[in-house]
């Protein structure tokens, strides 16, 4: 089925992205907690929660995806998960 995205905006219902493969991470816990990414066509992608796959579908660029996932390796979200325990 073709991904239909000249009509894709930022919270549009991800089930209006047909054909849409959702990839989530390998660390995702057995609750579902986790964001989806969808690669779409015209170098944009998708992201959804998994716990609500019906709901609504942010947009981003190829540019800002990179960023994102760059910085995470790099570690520059590290201080949103630490623990406040210490």
Not at 72 to 81: P, Y
Request: hydrophobic letters at 35%; a neutral charge.
């Amino acid at each position: 089925m073709m991904l239909q995205t000249d009509s894709t905006y930022n919270g549009m219902p991800a089930t209006k992205l047909h054909g849409a493969r959702w990839l989530k991470s390998a660390r995702s816990n057995s609750q579902g907690n986790c964001v989806e990414i969808a690669q779409l066509p015209g170098d944009r992608f998708a992201m959804r929660n998994s716990r609500h796959p019906e709901g609504p579908a942010l947009i981003y660029t190829r540019h800002e995806i990179e960023a994102l996932i760059l910085g995470a390796k790099d570690g520059d979200f590290d201080h949103l998960i630490a623990s406040t325990n210490n």
